[in-house]
């Protein structure tokens, strides 16, 4: 299962578009509310997530996102239960998808000591420990990272290569129309 994380004030380009991408790639995915089931992302638009923060079970995770905006990735900062799957992630090798200002929470927790990733400008300095890329999205082992909403059907196309295969990806790609 992968479980992509919604806290209030999330990026709503980042979090759906990903989710849309992933399942049309046929992977397992929910979207996990934190605090509650009904979130409200950053432009006002109200996402029912499929569960709530309280019924996650680790042993479930073949990977999680985290999608950015603000106050969103603060709030997905604060939850013990995003920070305890980010860690189950690392100690079993599993994805890790983060984009925008999200990135910046796998900073803050060390993860990406040595590591090219990238986020939404002005947040570089809260990657400690990695080597910033200007690129759109990037992927270090098991962590694939992005730059912010306009990428985001870039960055779901890189998890879906990483998850499945390329050629998934590029199907979804070109069955979207997407250049």
């Given at each position: 299962?992968?479980?992509?994380?919604?806290?209030?004030?999330?990026?709503?380009?980042?979090?759906?578009?990903?989710?849309?991408?992933?399942?049309?790639?046929?992977?397992?995915?929910?979207?996990?509310?934190?605090?509650?089931?009904?979130?409200?992302?950053?432009?006002?638009?109200?996402?029912?997530?499929?569960?709530?923060?309280?019924?996650?079970?680790?042993?479930?995770?073949?990977?999680?996102?985290?999608?950015?905006?603000?106050?969103?990735?603060?709030?997905?900062?604060?939850?013990?239960?995003?920070?305890?799957?980010?860690?189950?992630?690392?100690?079993?090798?599993?994805?890790?998808?983060?984009?925008?200002?999200?990135?910046?929470?796998?900073?803050?927790?060390?993860?990406?000591?040595?590591?090219?990733a990238v986020c939404f400008p002005g947040f570089e300095e809260q990657l400690a420990g990695a080597n910033v890329l200007n690129m759109s999205t990037v992927t270090d082992n098991k962590i694939v990272t992005g730059k912010g909403a306009g990428v985001a059907v870039e960055f779901a196309l890189e998890l879906v290569?990483?998850?499945?295969?390329?050629?998934?990806?590029?199907?979804?790609?070109?069955?979207?129309?997407?250049?």
């Amino acid at each position: 299962m992968i479980y992509v994380f919604l806290a209030h004030g999330f990026e709503e380009i980042e979090a759906l578009a990903t989710v849309d991408i992933l399942r049309r790639a046929e992977l397992d995915v929910k979207t996990v509310g934190i605090g509650s089931s009904s979130i409200n992302g950053a432009h006002g638009i109200t996402v029912v997530a499929d569960m709530q923060d309280k019924d996650v079970i680790t042993a479930n995770i073949s990977g999680i996102v985290l999608p950015g905006g603000m106050p969103g990735t603060l709030n997905l900062e604060k939850s013990p239960i995003v920070k305890a799957c980010i860690n189950y992630c690392v100690d079993n090798d599993l994805y890790i998808g983060a984009i925008c200002a999200a990135p910046s929470i796998l900073g803050h927790m060390n993860i990406l000591q040595g590591k090219n990733a990238v986020c939404f400008p002005g947040f570089e300095e809260q990657l400690a420990g990695a080597n910033v890329l200007n690129m759109s999205t990037v992927t270090d082992n098991k962590i694939v990272t992005g730059k912010g909403a306009g990428v985001a059907v870039e960055f779901a196309l890189e998890l879906v290569k990483n998850l499945r295969n390329n050629d998934i990806a590029m199907k979804i790609k070109e069955s979207i129309q997407c250049p």
